[in-house]
């Protein structure tokens, strides 16, 4: 007799659209509520995933990723777990500033965190996106292993989602912030089969209607 060959799918968003994503503040461990465009990203996305079957949730415990995920669960019977591990990379006190605020003051830091990540060196308190990996990636390799057969969705935020799919990819961190851009609500979906992993949707926004 063959052995069954159990696929695991796992599904990955940005948490919706919020009022300091409008304002260009950073927000990191920091929260500010979902904007009404950020809500109805998320209702859209829902719907989308309607006829997907999900067997159990993940987010982040940060506010904003709770209520993406509560808005994504719909009517779904199903567990929702949260985790300070899925959390967005911590910017210490540049969190609450605007870009601009912060490239004024430290210009070659702030340059640093976007155009060489692998080289980023936090002064102001937080995490390297080293140090980010040290924390997300076996977090993820957790929730996988204890859902081997299962379709899982995560919800989490822009760095740590960029982190993820760039080591899905087989890539290096110096390459987390190169396109495809993961706008909020933004899919992507890794399934694990016989034939290994394949990453089938990264960054997909097809249920935006506007």
Not at 56 to 70: D, H, K, N
Not at 107 to 129: C, I, M, Q, V
Not at 169 to 192: D, F, H, R
Request: charged residues 25%.
């Amino acid at each position: 007799m063959k052995k069954q060959h159990r696929i695991t799918t796992l599904y990955l968003t940005r948490h919706g659209q919020t009022e300091w994503n409008l304002e260009g503040r950073l927000q990191g461990r920091k929260d500010s509520p979902l904007t009404e465009k950020g809500e109805r990203h998320a209702g859209w996305l829902g719907e989308s995933l309607e006829g997907v079957p999900l067997d159990v949730i993940y987010s982040s415990s940060s506010p904003r990723a709770m209520r993406t995920a509560e808005i994504l669960r719909g009517k779904r019977t199903i567990q929702l777990h949260t985790t300070d591990d899925l959390q967005e990379v911590d910017m210490g006190h540049w969190e609450g500033r605007t870009g601009a605020d912060i490239e004024v003051g430290s210009p070659d830091e702030y340059e640093a965190f976007w155009k060489e990540p692998h080289r980023y060196e936090p002064t102001n308190g937080g995490e390297s996106f080293v140090q980010l990996g040290n924390r997300v990636v076996p977090a993820i390799e957790r929730i996988l292993n204890e859902n081997h057969g299962r379709s899982i969705l995560v919800v989490t935020h822009a760095a740590v989602l960029n982190l993820l799919m760039t080591a899905f990819n087989g890539q290096a961190i110096s390459e987390m912030w190169k396109p495809p851009i993961l706008e909020s609500t933004c899919l992507c979906k890794v399934v694990y089969g016989p034939g290994g992993m394949n990453v089938e949707l990264h960054g997909d926004v097809s249920h935006y209607r506007d």
